[in-house]
């Protein structure tokens, strides 16, 4: 039988202590209920006594959020012990997690304080949480850089007091994965109490090391594991929640554990936490990064249509990712090429691959990533960018200031016809936007929105890439211009002409099967 691992999750409170602004009550709320999804054990979501703002946020999750332990932090100080237990009151199950410093380093230059006044301070302060809640963890902060026997004395003291996890902090990311283990089994060896509480690890990330350090404590025998929802927390971050779930998830053979965690919900946490947080995954991150499940060198597209599991050690379903995606790039092949044409509904006999393979190189070398529409235009129209476009922008004349609301009027050529349309937003680039929507008579959903400068100094150039969504396709466009509105307006437009031509090629086939 394999031993379960606790997943105690604090994106709410150490993650959210990196941020560059508080998240506001409902954020943190919203959040909550995406950890709750994840089936966490236990759930870390604020330090109620730091603000009046902070004790409501704990309370009010404290009530709605059912499922995980609700946590609270605190210093081992009666206020704080205090002010957590009140906030922690309406929760179904609630936690008190209370830590003072115990590294000869933090005693003598931040508490000024003996290992022995530490200890009586956090006995004390066990005792008293205790009165509020029979779940009290406690916290020896910079566990990494303190002596093995303080440790001892002070966990022994700990669990005496009634604190049924000891948690192990490597609060600045210093430790080795071998040197964390060493620690743990110490502890397990030399408390003589160490059996009545369960041990659990918290790691930072100064050195890359959270992930693996969290690993060797498992491996040694701790048994909860602190985490933040993309890795996110102070400095470098905390250990990747998801990155833990899975390893364990996809080694068990090897590591004899396993969590609880509903892993595939782990993408839309990961997307909710980037977006409220506004923290951006790294494109390169483990599991939830945009390019964990994409595949650009020919080679491994290759090997993962013939097999996924060649070069896919996890399926991008098992942590919510709707597939896995295959950039179709000038490192592609033709494997690649006639697999998407056989989704997109198209027959072997319906294109040469000799010289459709010889376009997309072109294009592809051209443009970079090759999408669905440049496909199927490649086998109807020969010269695909001497296509006539069918929306032509004349001008742009968009106003706005802090005073009123922004405005934009837009000058169009549609076919042979001029058209105008002028509209209002909450900003000159959406007017102009709904400008071009009643021109066109077509509403895309913008997916994503990019802006860089090209060049250097007051003379840059504006360059906007757009991803919209129409009839269920996405599309790229994009516009350079010194003014960062009219080179939106340039990328939507070449949005709406690759739209057109999505259309033209929809009633060639049509044309081609009624023939």
Request: proline fraction near 3%; charged fraction near 25%.
């Amino acid at each position: 039988m394999q031993d379960k691992v606790w997943i105690f999750d604090t994106t709410l409170r150490d993650g959210e202590q990196a941020l560059k602004a508080s998240l506001t009550e409902d954020d943190k709320l919203q959040l909550a209920h995406a950890i709750s999804r994840l089936n966490v054990d236990v759930m870390e979501v604020g330090f109620p006594v730091s603000s009046p703002a902070d004790f409501r946020a704990v309370q009010r999750i404290a009530t709605e959020v059912r499922n995980p332990v609700i946590c609270g932090l605190a210093r081992t100080v009666s206020k704080d012990i205090e002010a957590c237990g009140e906030a922690l009151k309406p929760a179904e199950r609630g936690r008190i997690h209370t830590f003072i410093a115990t590294s000869p380093l933090h005693l003598e230059h931040k508490l000024r304080m003996s290992l022995d006044d530490a200890t009586a301070m956090a006995v004390k302060s066990i005792k008293l949480a205790r009165k509020y809640t029979d779940d009290v963890e406690f916290s020896c902060e910079d566990a990494g850089r303190t002596p093995h026997s303080d440790l001892c004395r002070i966990v022994e003291s700990a669990i005496d007091a009634g604190a049924s996890t000891i948690n192990l902090p490597d609060t600045v990311g210093y430790v080795t994965p071998d040197e964390y283990a060493a620690m743990i089994h110490h502890l397990m060896n030399n408390v003589p109490n160490i059996d009545k509480a369960r041990l659990s690890v918290h790691c930072h990330n100064d050195l890359g090391l959270a992930v693996a350090n969290s690993i060797a404590a498992v491996q040694a025998g701790a048994r909860q594991i602190e985490c933040t929802i993309n890795g996110i927390g102070e400095r470098a971050g905390n250990c990747s929640l998801e990155e833990v779930a899975m390893i364990m998830k996809m080694r068990q053979d090897h590591l004899k554990v396993h969590t609880d965690i509903h892993s595939e919900e782990i993408y839309r946490a990961s997307r909710q936490v980037a977006k409220i947080c506004n923290m951006a995954v790294q494109p390169n991150k483990a599991i939830v990064g945009e390019n964990a499940f994409a595949h650009s060198s020919g080679i491994h597209q290759d090997g993962v249509l013939k097999a996924q599991n060649t070069y896919e050690i996890m399926s991008p379903e098992s942590v919510g990712v709707p597939n896995n995606q295959l950039n179709m790039t000038s490192r592609s092949g033709r494997h690649v090429i006639e697999h998407r044409l056989t989704e997109l509904g198209y027959q072997k006999s319906d294109y040469d691959m000799d010289s459709l393979y010889e376009s997309f190189l072109a294009l592809a070398d051209q443009k970079g990533t090759v999408y669905d529409y440049d496909l199927e235009a490649m086998i109807y129209f020969n010269q695909i960018n001497d296509e006539e476009d069918h929306y032509k922008l004349e001008f742009v004349n968009s106003t706005s200031n802090s005073q009123s609301v922004a405005s934009s009027t837009i000058g169009m050529t549609v076919g042979q016809q001029s058209k105008q349309e002028a509209a209002t937003g909450n900003g000159p680039v959406e007017a102009s936007f709904l400008a071009i929507e009643r021109i066109t008579g077509m509403a895309v959903e913008v997916i994503e929105y990019n802006l860089d400068a090209t060049g250097q100094g007051a003379s840059s150039l504006g360059q906007v890439d757009i991803i919209a969504k129409y009839n269920g396709r996405q599309y790229h466009g994009a516009g350079l211009a010194a003014d960062i509105v009219e080179a939106s307006v340039r990328a939507m437009v070449r949005v709406y002409n690759l739209i057109d031509r999505a259309q033209k090629v929809s009633s060639l086939k049509q044309q081609r099967k009624a023939g």
